[in-house]
T-cell receptor
Framework: TQLLEQSPQFLSIQEGENLTVYCNSS?????LQWYRQEPGEGPVLLVT?????EVKKLKRLTFQFGDARKDSSLHITAAQTGDTGLYLC???????????FGTGTRLKVLA | DAGVIQSPRHEVTEMGQEVTLRCKPI?????LFWYRQTMMRGLELLIY????????DSGMPEDRFSAKMPNASFSTLKIQPSEPRDSAVYFC???????????FGDGTRLSIL
């Protein structure tokens, strides 16, 4: 069974702090996506990473794909209350047609 | 451009009743997915269609669940009879060709009493 484990499961921080969310698997992924989901809405794509070791930046968010394409991280600098939400990683398992979602990290940023 | 459109947004009904959830994918997308989300189990794939044909329904919990896609712009997920354990948020998503991303609707929050 392919699994994408995210950690931490829950995170509550003060505005202005930095944080990192991790997404780990024993499977290799041909690509990996990060989504953010706000209450009452569906997940919205933030970024896609494809190449092992790739780093992408989206304003205060930095995404990294592991060299072996089995893991990824999301780092948020100077968190804002608008960053509150559920963060999901997801990816295509290499060599299969399986697209799986991670277990999710629920982030709350306090003013 | 319109995104994925789901209806209804909320549904509250008594157990034993039939429930039908509806989805209109993004025009031009050829794959459609039905997901269920709960706190305990996260986001689970129920079924997906490619070019209106069901490809993988291994995630459908049991025979009470059925899904159809009569044309490229419409799909339904039906639960009959409904049970309290079916209470969850049901999402429809669509995608295009080789693009791995999923575009999600805003979901239907289903409560079975």
């Amino acid at each position: 069974t392919q699994l994408l484990e995210q950690s931490p499961q829950f995170l509550s921080i003060q505005e202005g702090e930095n944080l990192t969310v991790y997404c780990n698997s024993s499977s290799v992924f041909s690509s990996l996506q990060w989504y953010r989901q706000e209450p009452g809405e569906g997940p919205v794509l933030l970024v896609t990473v494809v190449t092992g070791g790739e780093v992408k930046k989206l304003k205060r968010l930095t995404f990294q794909f592991g060299d072996a394409r089995k893991d990824s991280s999301l780092h948020i600098t100077a968190a804002q209350t608008g960053d509150t939400g559920l963060y999901l990683c997801a990816g295509w398992v290499s060599g299969t047609y399986k697209y799986i979602f991670g277990t999710g990290t629920r982030l709350k940023v306090l003013a | 451009d319109a995104g994925v459109i789901q209806s209804p947004r909320h549904e509250v009904t008594e157990m034993g009743q039939e429930v039908t959830l509806r989805c209109k994918p993004i025009s031009g997308h050829n794959s459609l997915f039905w997901y269920r989300q709960t706190m305990m189990r996260g986001l689970e794939l129920l079924i997906y269609f490619n070019n209106n044909v069901p490809i993988d329904d291994s995630g459908m919990p049991e025979d009470r669940f059925s899904a159809k896609m009569p044309n490229a712009s419409f799909s339904t997920l039906k639960i009959q009879p409904s049970e309290p354990r079916d209470s969850a948020v049901y999402f429809c998503a669509s995608s295009s060709g080789e693009d791995p991303r999923r575009d999600f609707g805003d979901g239907t929050r289903l409560s079975i009493l």
